[in-house]
């Protein structure tokens, strides 16, 4: 969700913790409409997409078959608070991610069509189903092989455990101890993977690793202490903490810090031009930087925008 950081946090306000307690571990996220958190109604009306400024310039080298529909279709995982999650309305996208795809629609006089779909669904899809995809994508070398990214964001991984770590958690020594990770993230491969092959390597346990699609699912586990520990995104791990009413601390800080990026077809470098434009243009016209700061993100912006950008293997 894959990915080094991966993408960012659930929301939990307009459920209260009680109702979080009572989603179910293994919901599966549907194409239709994905499980997970709602938020409190607050952030995700502060944005207006309609205040974002065409720019007639980028508008004009939108591909016929896009101008033509008049909307930019995005996939997105939307259980990922506070970057992508579902409205109290259980049906409409909001969060930081989902807020800048609408952005770059508007600076090229089109409007954001988000659908909701499973995390690891997106990546393939992109083409015959979306145009773009905005769901936290951490930009790797993997990705960067099968896709276009346009750098957007930064984030880096961080870990949570309950409330005065009752189970002495140590980063350094995992071995034997059950991790919950979302699927397809880089924190599942190749961070914990990697940890659970030294351990075994050195003559100790594996790690248990608990791997679900939904990141409110895995957040929910460590509450209900059925996982004894997480790993995602650190907005997420910032924002699941605010949400949990006081249930659960970081360990460690943040490491592997690395952009997340807006992905296109790998065949469609002229859509990830005109996008790494429009971005730019939010940089520079102030929308980018007032939508992270409406969502209390501004530390994760980015000085400019970069189509499919040098990062560490």
Do not use: H
Not at 16 to 27: D, N, P, Q, S
Not at 156 to 166: E, F, R
Not at 284 to 307: F, H, Q, R, V
């Amino acid at each position: 969700m894959m990915p080094l950081p991966s993408r960012s946090v659930p929301t939990f306000a307009a459920l209260g913790l009680a109702a979080v307690l009572a989603l179910t571990a293994c919901t599966n996220a549907s194409e239709t409409a994905p499980a997970g958190p709602v938020g409190s109604g607050a952030a995700e009306a502060a944005f207006d997409p309609t205040t974002v400024a065409k720019d007639d310039a980028l508008a004009a080298m939108v591909p016929a078959a896009i101008k033509s529909k008049g909307t930019l279709s995005f996939g997105s995982d939307t259980t990922y608070a506070p970057a992508e999650f579902l409205a109290p309305d259980g049906q409409t996208a909001t969060g930081y991610g989902i807020d800048i795809a609408k952005a770059v629609a508007a600076k090229l006089g089109l409007k954001a069509q988000v659908q909701s779909a499973e995390f690891a669904t997106i990546l393939p899809s992109l083409g015959p189903k979306f145009d773009l995809g905005v769901s936290s994508f951490t930009v790797n070398p993997e990705r960067l092989k099968a896709v276009n990214m346009v750098s957007y964001f930064n984030a880096g991984v961080l870990w949570a455990v309950q409330k005065g770590n009752p189970k002495n958690i140590s980063l350094d020594d995992l071995c034997g101890k059950t991790v919950g990770v979302q699927t397809g993230t880089i924190q599942e491969n190749p961070d914990v993977s990697g940890r659970s092959k030294a351990c075994v390597d050195a003559g100790k346990p594996s790690i248990n690793v608990v791997s679900l699609k939904n990141q409110a699912d895995v957040t929910t586990r460590l509450v209900n202490g059925g996982i004894d520990v997480m790993a995602a995104d650190s907005p997420i791990i910032g924002y699941a903490l605010s949400q949990t009413g006081d249930k659960l601390e970081t360990l460690g800080e943040i490491y592997d810090a690395a952009p997340q990026g807006i992905t296109v077809a790998k065949s469609d470098t002229a859509l990830a031009e005109l996008v790494t434009k429009a971005v730019n243009g939010l940089i520079a016209d102030g929308s980018y930087g007032k939508i992270l700061k409406s969502w209390n993100n501004s530390e994760g912006a980015i000085a400019k925008a970069e189509l499919n950008p040098a990062v560490a293997p």
